[in-house]
């Protein structure tokens, strides 16, 4: 949430922001946007499907998140998986395997790699970068997306982050703050995947894109869709539910 941060999911910082329409900079975009997907704190019920030319498999999700530093995601199907829980505190994540009755600190190594065989990569999940300390930003163009006005911005990261991606361009809805479309390129430049929000609906009490699908660049025939089943904003919780020791409790 990505989750969604992806939270997925999705990134940003400060430098030169350049002003938009109605005298908003590249920074005032990016904090609604991030006001509106994210909150102070969320639950979500999600579906991932993981499209490949041979075969189609689902994967069912709980999650939760406080701010930037704290998130737990819950696997609750298929059986094999169940169980199986990845947290994010501060600088640290954690996966529990329960197969296996163990907890593994995960290092940034591993932040590129897939999560649970998608699309999606650790990064994307747990959010190890944070959009407001790895990116310089800026507002690149205005123009129509799916009939809607957006502003086009560019995120680039810092010389110090140690970030996956050499350049971000994000698509944001003018009217909503929302999150249309996002495209990540590697480090030469090259487009890696593209991420497409769509499906926009009201879900408690915000308009919200309920349906991520992630496309990798030049793999034909493969994707990865995240689908918000339910989503609460602004829930009680607090940082002592995001534990180690929660990892095995929570259901």
């Known amino acids: 949430m990505n989750l969604a941060k992806k939270a997925l999911p999705v990134l940003l910082l400060l430098f030169t922001c350049v002003s938009a329409s109605h005298g908003q900079s590249a920074e005032d975009i990016i904090n609604r946007m991030e006001d509106v997907m994210r909150g102070?704190?969320?639950?979500?019920?999600?579906t991932m499907t993981v499209e490949r030319p041979r075969y189609e498999r689902e994967m069912s999700m709980k999650a939760w998140a406080m701010g930037?530093?704290?998130?737990?995601?819950?696997?609750?199907?298929?059986?094999?998986?169940?169980?199986?829980?990845y947290?994010?505190?501060e600088n640290e994540i954690w996966n529990y395997v329960p197969n296996i009755d163990r907890t593994i600190k995960m290092p940034p190594?591993?932040?590129?790699?897939?999560?649970?065989?998608?699309?999606?990569?650790?990064?994307?999940?747990?959010?190890?970068?944070?959009?407001?300390?790895d990116y310089e930003y800026s507002?690149?163009?205005?123009?129509?997306?799916?009939?809607?006005?957006?502003?086009?911005?560019?995120?680039i990261p810092k010389p110090e982050s140690a970030v996956v991606w050499g350049k971000v361009l994000i698509w944001v809805d003018k009217e909503h703050y929302i999150m249309l479309k996002e495209?990540?390129?590697?480090?030469?430049?090259?487009?890696?995947?593209?991420?497409?929000?769509?499906?926009?609906?009201e879900m408690d009490g915000r308009v919200f894109p309920t349906?991520?699908?992630?496309?990798?660049?030049?793999?034909?025939?493969?994707?990865?869709?995240?689908?918000?089943?339910?989503?609460?904003?602004?829930?009680?919780?607090?940082?002592?539910?995001?534990?180690?020791?929660n990892?095995?409790?929570v259901r």
């Open 40 to 46: 102070e704190s969320s639950y979500a019920e999600m």
């Open 68 to 85: 930037e530093d704290y998130s737990l995601i819950l696997i609750t199907d298929p059986a094999r998986d169940r169980g199986t829980t």
């Open 87 to 89: 947290l994010k505190r």
């Open 109 to 133: 190594s591993m932040m590129s790699q897939s999560w649970m065989g998608s699309d999606f990569t650790n990064d994307d999940l747990v959010r190890e970068s944070s959009t407001l300390e």
């Open 139 to 155: 507002v690149l163009k205005e123009e129509t997306l799916d009939d809607r006005e957006v502003w086009v911005l560019e995120l």
């Open 183 to 201: 495209e990540n390129y590697n480090q030469r430049d090259e487009l890696a995947n593209t991420m497409i929000f769509s499906e926009i609906e």
């Open 211 to 245: 349906r991520m699908t992630l496309t990798p660049a030049n793999k034909p025939g493969q994707k990865t869709i995240m689908k918000y089943d339910q989503l609460e904003f602004d829930i009680d919780i607090s940082e002592s539910f995001f534990t180690q020791q």
């Open 247 to 249: 990892m095995r409790r």
